[in-house]
C-alpha cells in the first residue's frame, strides 16, 4: 500500500481535516488502563490477566497464521500457576481527540530478570466504560529499561486535526500504509523517515526504544535496507485523528530469512498521518 502517492495522501488527508474545536482529552485512562492490566499480572496468573483485559474483538498476531482473536487464542494457553512472572510498566502514551482510543508502551521484565522487552498496546474503551486492549505486541530488549516503574510516562501531543469522517480518515490512513508498505520494500529507512513524528520511537531491533529524530534515524540506517510487509487491519478513532496498523513482515539479515510482525500508533497532522510509535519485531527463533 503506498509510495508515490505519498503527496496525494498529504493532500487528501488534509482535505478531510478540521480543526480541533474541544479541548483534547488526558492520556490519564489508557495509562491507569494499563497499569491496573500490570496489576491483575501480579495477582493471577499471565493467562487471566491477559483474558481479562483483552477486547472481544482483539487480537493477537502471527507471522504465518496471521491475525487471530485474541479471546480464543488466549483460551488455548496453558494453565499455569505464574503470577507475577511479568512486570510492565508505561513509558510512553496517547489518545485520541474522542478520548475512546489511545496506545501505551512501555518496558517488561520476566521471572528474575531472565528476559527483557518492550510492549506496545492499542486500547479501546467499552460500551460499559472500561478499557481492555485491541492488540497487544512485544520486541526483545537488550536489558532492563533504564526508565523504571516511578516514570512518568511521557504523552503524545494533541492531534493538530481532527478528521471529518472515520471512513475518510481510514481511507486517508489505509493509503498512507500502502504507501509505506511499497516504498519499505526497496528503502526501508526512506519509507519510515519521511512519515515518523519528530518525536516518534521505533521498536523491535534494537536492544532500547529510539526516541526522537536523531535516534530513530541511527537505528533505520542499521535496519535492513528492504522488509516486505503483509497489512492485516487496524482501525481509527471516531474522531479521525488517532489509528492503528498491524501487519507480518519478512526481510533478510545476516544472510538468513526472518519473519516477524508490526504494530503502529499514528496522528492525523496538517500535512497527513505521521507516526507517533512503531514496533517491527522478529518472531522468536
Known sequence: M?????A??????????????TPHPSADPVIAAERA??????????KQAFLDFAAPDGVLVDSERGAENALRTIAGWPDRANAG??????LYAGIASSGELGFTTGAATYGDNERFTH????????????????????????????????????????????GRYPESAWRTLDETETALVDEARTNLAAAYGRRLAPEGRIMGMEGQPSVGRAAWSRALAARPKSVSMKPLGGGVSKSGDFGWTYGSAAWTA?????????????????????ILADTLT????
Open 2 to 6: 503506498r509510495h508515490a502517492i505519498v
Open 8 to 21: 496525494a495522501v498529504a493532500v487528501s488527508a488534509a482535505a478531510f481535516a478540521v480543526q480541533a474545536s
Open 37 to 46: 492490566f500490570a496489576a491483575r499480572g501480579q495477582e493471577v496468573p499471565v
Open 85 to 90: 512472572y511479568i512486570k510492565w510498566w508505561p
Open 119 to 162: 510492549y506496545f498496546t492499542v486500547w479501546k474503551k467499552q460500551p460499559d466504560g472500561s478499557w481492555k486492549w485491541l492488540i497487544d505486541m512485544g520486541s526483545p530488549a537488550d536489558t532492563v529499561s533504564p526508565f523504571g516503574p516511578e516514570t512518568t510516562p511521557q504523552v503524545a501531543p494533541p492531534a493538530p486535526v481532527r
Open 254 to 274: 545476516d544472510g538468513r530469512r526472518r519473519q516477524g510482525t508490526y504494530l503502529r500508533a499514528w496522528q492525523l497532522r496538517r500535512d497527513g498521518w505521521v
Open 282 to 285: 522478529a518472531d522468536r527463533p
